[in-house]
């Protein structure tokens, strides 16, 4: 029952969030309904660097305890960080056709994000490479914090190498959105929305994870 | 009393270092293989990029950064994977778990051995890049050798926790550029960039900037590393 009451309240914030990114915001003054992608690719953008930083303290927290759920939610967390940080991605290149002209920009938010993507893209390919739980959790670990402390330094890279490159084709008027209240409030409700979906995908990707772990305890028992 | 404890503790250290330095290249002087691959991989390196940017090209001081640094980081690639990798093949992984060695002094002594493995690549590639490709740096000596020792420095302590990594993985050295390069980044690109400020001329005031990125990369991989190594070594 309670789930239910959950998943109803998810599906409602959604379900308000896309009625008022699609039609209730007014257009932008200079990119006219163009600008919509932007809510996608922020709350999706928000939700993959949280997610991320879920499986970063998770890492820590296994090799702290040794608890095998911290493992489970390091896994789950970086599958789903890797999903909202593909449609980052996605969203953000057509976002700078837009405003930029071009898709791809090399901006260091943008490069960072994907270098994010590659990370933790070898980590769950790192993952289904061990087979052993206890020794995939623990190496596991290592790599999902490395991954994100050179998230930071990447970032700083990509920001010295974007200052060799031309960026912006458009004028710059039109890299700014007007802040009215119905687009920051637009803005709030669709990373509101975008963060419940990832909590209620997050607790199936840990059930099925957990799902996964008994089946192979059962055939290993077998 | 407890200095002259400490001071003989870090003696003990740099012993264990020196030890697991010389037990791999004692080994890799004993096969000679890798150390043939990479002088033979770096001279082809620069003959593709010859063949790629076609003789006398104006423009090569702009690709030489480029050039130089993606074959130091594939000899890196040919050379990560036997850093722990074959220590788990051989089955001496087990004798040096055992053996009364810190974890971090291991993984130092193996930075240092894949940094040696990556200097003699380096050695080759860079002498030889100037001569197939025609170009000189146009400015001091030192400052490129500095960055270069920099640059490959932090591309060997990737290379030496990659291969650790990699060695409990089924899939081995083919899960090795999946798990390093997006660790790369952070290195590889400052070390590019002060790369080409100095081809064309750069005082060391010009690339403090890079080279300041790139010691963050040594210090904060170093500090993490130091804690976590114990977990990547023993079961």
Redesign the interface.
Known sequence: MKGQYSSAIILAANVLALYMIFIWAPPERSLGDSYRVFFLHTSSAWVSYLAFAITFISSILY?RTGNLRWDLYAASSSVLGILFSMITLITGSIWAKLAWGLYWNWDPRETATL??F??Y???I??RM???DRD?RA??S???G???F??IP??Y???V??AT?HPMPLLPTARLRLGVEPPILLTLAVSTLGATLLFAWMFYLTLSTYRLIDNVEDSVGRG | MNQSADFRNIADFLADVWEILLKDLRLELRKKYEIYSIIIFALLSNLSFAFALGPSNPNVLKFIPAVLWMSILFIGMLGFTTVFIREMDKGSLDGLRLAPISPQAILIGKTLYTFILMSVGAVFIVPSSMIILNYIFNSDVLLVVMVLILGIFNLAIVGAIVSALAMYSESRALIIPAVSLPLIPGTLIPSVLATGKLATGASLEMILPEIQLNLGFLLLMSAVLWVTFEYVLYD
């Open positions: 090799l270098i994010l590659l990370a893209f070898g980590y390919s790192f490479a061990i087979s020794r623990r190496i670990a290592v790599l914090i490395l991954a402390i050179s330094l990447s700083f890279s990509a010295f190498w060799l």
